[in-house]
């Protein structure tokens, strides 16, 4: 039997030029082999693999591009670990970025340890509301995406929090106007990619279609901003992740949905224009 470190060895081989990470394959390991964390795998390197069948079926994997979420079918955001699948956006790390700077934000017109009413539009795997009410526990959050499939995911990761979240299928607004919901704070990372052209082949084939393209004929942006107000009883803060490419778009659907609001572009990491906070008194 192989070493561990000669199967990571013949994998980055195999790999070379093809995107295939170290980090990707000691993720694989650590799971495979029962190993606590990445530096358990780095510690046992020059054990056998246990399980070299299955670890070179998920290398042939990666090396025809699935990511490696998929493969492990859980992604990690914030200290969380989220089940993932077919039917769910991996969680990223820019939504990580609009999590840190909704809690960040919301302080300033609240006190954030008040029982604000938060609903997260189109949650996927839950990833914002989880994140959410894990660090505030007080709040009253929701989650509602258009997908079932999405939304029973949603639901075994709610679950296995232990956190009380409640979900909603429907289309943007419609399931809080629906349930008569009245909220202090709106967070979406809505389908924002502008074209297939623009996401990377691992993320074209293997993420669903429905979480990725914007549509500017049918849009999450416009829908919330459209029917906001019937869901606002006080102040309201609305919180989106977007592509920098809409700004002007946006721009637009505030001078025409809104009035008395005040609006905030904040960039990413990467120095990229993608979160848009608007204040609405
Ligand atoms: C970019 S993904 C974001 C998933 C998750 N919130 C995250 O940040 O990882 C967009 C989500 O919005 C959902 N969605 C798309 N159109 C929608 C609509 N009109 N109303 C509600 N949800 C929608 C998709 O099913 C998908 O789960």
């Not at 994997?61 to 769910?88: M, N």
Request: net charge negative.
């Amino acid at each position: 039997m192989p070493t561990i470190g000669e199967e990571i060895s013949r994998a980055l081989l195999l790999g070379k030029g093809k995107g295939v990470l170290a980090v990707d394959l000691r993720l694989l390991i650590r799971s495979n082999e029962g190993f606590k964390d990445q530096m358990d795998v780095f510690l046992h390197r020059d054990e056998e693999m246990k399980n070299v069948a299955i670890f070179r079926s998920q290398v042939e994997r990666l090396l025809a591009g699935e990511p490696v979420e998929l493969i492990l079918g859980e992604a990690e955001f914030l200290g969380h670990r989220l089940k993932v699948t077919r039917d769910t956006l991996i969680p990223r790390g820019e939504t990580e970025e609009l999590v840190a700077l909704l809690s960040q934000i919301a302080p300033r017109y609240w006190d954030a340890r008040n029982f604000l009413v938060c609903c997260d539009i189109g949650t996927g795997t839950g990833a914002i509301a989880i994140a959410l009410k894990s660090q505030f526990p007080n709040w009253v959050v929701s989650g509602t995406d258009i997908s079932a499939p999405a939304l029973e995911v949603a639901k075994e990761n709610i679950g296995r929090e232990g956190l009380s979240i409640r979900l909603f299928q429907g289309d943007a607004l419609e399931p809080l106007i629906r349930e008569n919901m009245a909220a202090d704070i709106i967070v979406s990372n809505p389908p924002y990619v502008l074209s297939p052209g623009e996401a990377q082949p691992s993320v074209r084939d293997y993420e669903p279609s429905s979480a990725l393209y914007f549509d500017p004929e049918d849009n999450v942006y416009e829908k919330i901003m459209r029917d906001v107000c019937k869901v606002k009883k006080g102040p309201l803060l609305l919180a989106f992740e977007i592509d920098p490419g809409l700004k002007d778009y946006l721009d637009g659907l505030m001078s025409r949905y809104l009035s008395d609001y005040e609006s905030e572009y904040k960039e990413d990491l990467n120095g990229f224009l993608r979160f848009l906070f608007i204040y609405m008194r």
